[in-house]
């Protein structure tokens, strides 16, 4: 049998097929080889290593010949989700932060500036933190004379010391008796800021998404978004519920993204709600494990203002729920985030803990917390400011009191105004309706009156779509960050706007 191999002729027969295949390639191979070998090597040029030790040896002409060969010819290019990132924001929290920043109200140095209201900050007890400070601090509380115990790597996801004083305090603001937080369960972050992006990351998969009851806190689009690459699905409350979520409305997003293709893994509340400063009751939290349940999924329950509540209502934990359920399997799919940039006010220390019954969730938060850890040396300080209970009792109670105070101060001066606020019972913030006041009835009026108000008025407030509120008009007010003898200034400049609507208006 003769067979048409490529060496056609030389070969002939049964292996014909094989050798004829096999010859030329070793052929091939063999000169690639010996072609490599004598191939002369560009003596005018450094090698890599040397050329990257000392760029300065590199011709400028053969530099940018070889960029060109590379076919590089445009600017150093970001990945694709640092682009989007990089973009300048054009949400109006963030922008309005930025104006209240660059030209801030000072009484007496910039009378004219932007009175912010748009900052959740508490600044109402500031001087319980500096008396405090100023009575206890020394600089053996930092460590700073410890040597090694301080200055050397200490346990990323927080220290075991700063752990138990942290608990402790969390028993103290959430148990109510009935629940105690325990140190092996907590997570210890930069801020409740990296305690919900390391929850995103670990609890879904990029393009999948939680549910969240809107409005919500402008910030969780950027900490689940951005890194963890989760989607938020709005869960739209309304006035005429008191903006209290609805089970219904929750099961009809879930349906619809389920419709979509979507994966849910978890609904992401903030109790007590920021923006809207209202409580989920027992009841509601109730319905919401039930709900996560049946469609096995997460509950991430932020309650970072847990020791803010200043109203008639008592505020009840996601832990205590889910420990009363006593289902193991329960305990497994809630997650609480807390910190102490608000019930506290020093959201400058950058603290923030996640809680967790699940084993795996701590295991792989413990790890990623190594993006997030708090300095040793805060955590010290801390942890003796922690520990001094009769500090921290009485400082709970009165900067509970003074929210109240100024938040009756705040609602009754903008109800002086014709404004109305929706009633609330924690937070450092009110919800306010101006839905009144803006023309047209819509998203765009929402925005004109909001502008009105940073450019004309010179206050910055959060306008309610960039809570995702489905309702528009409604602005969301934080009074915590002013000073009473400030409240009058705020009302002489509303003035101004409500006055430029229409009579009938207010
Ligand atoms: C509900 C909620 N979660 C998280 C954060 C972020 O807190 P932190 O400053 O501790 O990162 C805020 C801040 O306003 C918040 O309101």
């Known amino acids: 049998m003769r067979l048409i191999v490529p060496l056609q002729g030389v070969v002939q027969g049964k292996g014909g097929l094989l050798l004829g295949t096999l ?13 490599k070998r004598h191939r002369s090597s560009p003596k ?57 920043r ?19 900050e508490n600044r109402l007890s500031l001087d319980l933190i500096e008396e405090w400070f100023s009575k206890v601090f020394t600089y053996s509380s930092v460590g700073i004379k410890c040597g090694p115990m301080i200055s050397t790597y200490q346990p990323m996801d927080g220290m075991p010391s700063f752990k138990k004083v942290m608990a ?64 938020l ?22 349906n619809q993204a389920k419709k979509r293709g979507q994966k849910v893994r978890g609904i992401l509340i903030s109790n007590p709600s920021n923006p809207l400063g209202n409580l989920l009751n027992r009841e509601l939290l109730n319905d919401l494990l039930y709900f996560a349940r049946e469609r096995n999924i997460h509950v991430i329950s932020d309650e970072l203002f847990a020791g803010s509540v200043f109203g008639d209502e008592e505020f009840v934990s996601m832990a205590e729920v889910v420990l ?27 603290v923030g803990v996640i809680h967790s019954f699940n084993e795996n969730v701590l295991a792989a938060s413990q790890k990623l917390a190594r993006f997030s850890s708090v300095s040793s040396q805060t955590q010290r300080v801390l942890t003796s400011m922690l520990s001094d209970e009769r500090f921290t009792r009485d400082y709970l109670k009165i900067n509970r009191e003074r929210i ?26 009110c919800w306010v309706d101006m839905s009144k006041l803006i023309s047209p009835y819509s998203e765009k009026g929402e925005l ?57 208006c207010v």
Not at 46 to 73: H, M, Q, Y
Not at 187 to 192: C, E, L, N, P
Not at 333 to 340: A, D, E, F, P, S
Request: net charge neutral; glycine share 8%.
């Open 23 to 35: 010859i030329p390639c070793a052929l091939f191979y063999f000169l690639q080889l010996y072609l």
């Open 404 to 429: 109240l105070s100024m938040h009756n101060v705040f609602v009754a001066a903008l109800r002086g105004l014709g404004l109305e606020c929706l009633k609330s019972r924690g937070g450092l913030y």
């Open 102 to 120: 660059e030209d801030p109200y000072d009484e007496i140095e910039n009378p004219n500036g932007i009175i912010q209201l748009g900052l959740s």
């Open 168 to 231: 402790d305090f969390m028993t103290q603001v959430m148990g109510r008796g009935e629940v105690s937080f325990h140190p092996s369960r907590l997570i210890i972050t930069s801020g409740a800021t990296a305690a919900v992006e390391i929850l995103s990351f670990v609890l879904a998969d990029p393009g999948n998404a939680f549910l969240v009851p809107a409005p919500y806190y402008p910030g969780f689009d950027r900490d689940v978004r951005w890194r963890a690459g989760v989607e």
């Open 448 to 504: 004109d009156l909001w502008i009105k108000l940073l450019n004309t008025a010179k206050i910055n407030v959060t306008p309610g779509s960039a809570c995702h509120c489905i309702e528009p008009g409604w602005f969301r007010f934080c009074f915590t960050a002013l000073k009473e003898s400030d409240i009058p200034v705020v009302v002489e400049r509303l003035q101004r706007v409500v006055e430029t609507c229409e009579p009938s």
């Open 44 to 100: 005018n040029l450094p090698s890599r290593s040397s050329s990257s030790a000392n760029l300065s040896e590199l011709p400028r002409s053969s530099s940018r010949a070889n960029l060109l060969s590379r076919g590089s010819t445009g600017r150093a290019q970001l990945s694709s989700r640092a682009t989007s990132i990089s973009k300048p924001s054009d949400s109006p929290y963030y922008i309005g932060l930025d104006r209240a």
């Open 324 to 350: 009363r359920s006593g289902d193991a399997a329960d305990k497994e799919r809630v997650h609480i985030v807390y910190g102490l940039s608000k019930d506290v006010s020093i959201p400058g220390f950058r």
């Open 233 to 254: 699905i709005p869960v739209h409350c309304r006035s005429c519920d008191g903006f209290t979520l609805n089970i219904m409305a929750l099961e009809q997003a879930y």
